[in-house]
């Protein structure tokens, strides 16, 4: 075998530090002239296809990709200059229908087909939509054994074993390649894109394509009905000594 | 200028350029940053001692160090209060 071909799917968010604005007509989120950056979660994907070739584990390819906008390029440079080889692109405008997480799941089956990928690192969620859904189903539809939530990857051979992360504990899964794998937040801790490397990855090779390459032509099938804010937190009261505490917590029925 | 070590002197403003790329996110605001970091570089502009400006590039190194690291706990603890409920 000669070496692994890692595919890392990266999608362009709202960048976290940002407050979301609910648009008025109540059907999205404002995204117009906001800033947006790497989903985070796949930043730590990226990250874990590194480490992964740092630790010698036999690699071919760090093949990071994405489906979005025009500006889903700069992601995918930042993941270049962190040190994914190349990158394709597939330009979904921001007029034509948004593609959901089933739509993405049979994009990325044709994309891992294409490439020949037999390692698939995915975020466990977007932090936009918080689906949770995409790695699930891209391994659904090829088949491929799945962990989710991995706080630990280690492959030796073909052999997988990822420790994950469950309510209230840890769960340790073993599989052979090729596999799927969604990343959690301690997985490990993404370097930061820096100039110099920005720079070099301009020179590294992006490729641009649409759905109908693939021979999607994916129709949305969930309606949004409304988006809201939630609502405002309650200020709390100061009360005067302890009878009034009790009568308010009673008043409250926590009593 | 001709006397100083040109090498160094491009190591300085390498890592001055790379700083500046690096407050782009600063959360106090680019120029809050930027002004502080020019104030910096400028206090140390009479050093002309090879080995006191090779130990103000590790200093430097080292700042660059501690801000990827602020910037990375900022985003690691915001996630951590989103997505972890413990």
Redesign the interface.
Known sequence: MSGLRILVPIKRVIDYAVKPRVNRAQTAVETANVKHSMNPFDELSIEEAIRLRERKVPIQEIVAFSAGPAKSQDILRTAMAMGADRSIHVVVEEKDPQLEPLGVAKLLKKVVEEQKSDLVILGKQSIDDDASQTGQMLAGLLGWPQATQASKVDISDKTVTVIKEVDGGVETIKANLPMIITTDLRLNEPRYASLPNIMKAKKKPLEKKTLKDYGLDEQPRLKTLKVTEPPPRKGGVKVDDVDGMISKLKELGAL | MAAVNQTLRHRVI?IY??LL??GREYPLGYEYYRTRLHKAFASQQHVTDEEQIRKGIERAEFVKKEI?AL??L???R???Q???KV
Do not use: H, S, T
């Open positions: 390498n350029k790379e790329f690096l990827e910037y990375y900022k985003r690691y915001a996630l951590r989103r997505y972890d």
